[in-house]
């Protein structure tokens, strides 16, 4: 059967279809994430030229949290001119993402996709002090969406005051000489990070400006360099669902990540952004409803990077 054309796809459809999926649990780190509505469901895809399609839901908005991840690795890297390579690891784990773990040679966080590599991306952006590297975030944010993001203070005050083992990573990234700036503040910048509102339609935005080689196909702006989004979307596919990612890769066969906020972002490379958002979530700590709208959408689009000629 030949693959569904993304212009035409059913989305609200495919909505309603997982609707009565209502597995999973939402994550309690926080208030505002315990607070969240389980019936959330909201689905978006970007497509390379600009175009925008979503079902109902994709306007709500929502803290990003571990969606922005890959970002901070792409701001990072185009600060360091590349140097952020050197200070941090590219291999999976298979341990969860807040795991107290380090490269054992080399005191570097084992990839950028978990907490620690997350924690040390956000301190190498430009910036003299948290606020600078901050509003450098935040910038760099916007432009991937293709509008002006804000923080919510409140979730950031949370995230900071309540995370920690993302202290404990980033002392003891101090103490191995990888971490440069001060522990609090390093925490403190990603807390904020985590905090920066988005939706399903801005989500898929940013994953399709990653799949587009850093092009933004909704504004024409160049965000990154094309070497900069492919080493993001390749870590994406290795690393992005935490210790679920080879059964993610198997399965969905496009690059994600994903999110405690229950947000997943796909970027399919040189074809189209996507984004779900619901969230329950599974014991990786993956939006249920979401993996299963990430399959449909790869089976149904023809999506899976690995994929095949039906009857090859």
Known sequence: MSPADPRA????????????????????SIPQLADADPDLCGIAVV?????????????????????VKPFLFALALL????????????????EAFDAIKLESHTGRPPNPMVNAGALLTAALVDGDDPDARTERIVR????????????????????????????????LMRAE???EVGADDAVAVYARACAVLVDAQTLAVMGATLALGGVNPVTGERVVPTRVARDVVSVMATCGV?????RWMRAVGVPAKSSVSGAIVLSVPGLL????????????GTSVRGRVVSERLSADLGLHVFGF????
């Open 273 to 284: 952004g996507a984004a779900v958002v619901s969230p329950p979530l599974d014991e990786q």
């Open 140 to 171: 760099g944010l916007s432009a991937f969406a293709g509008r002006d993001l804000e923080i919510d203070d409140e979730v950031a005050r949370s995230e900071h005051l309540l995370g920690d083992r993302n202290h404990a990573l980033a002392h």
């Open 9 to 28: 796809y059913d989305l609200e459809a495919l909505r309603e279809r997982v609707l009565p999926e209502t597995g999973g649990a939402v994550d309690e």
């Open 309 to 312: 000629p039906a009857g090859g």
């Open 177 to 179: 000489g990888t971490l």
């Open 79 to 94: 600060d360091t001119d590349g140097e952020a390579l050197d200070r941090i690891g590219i291999e999976p784990t298979g």
């Open 242 to 246: 935490y210790d679920g990612s080879g």
């Open 47 to 67: 497509l390379d030229d600009g175009t925008v399609r979503a079902s109902a839901q994709a306007d709500v908005a929502f803290g990003v949290q571990s969606a």
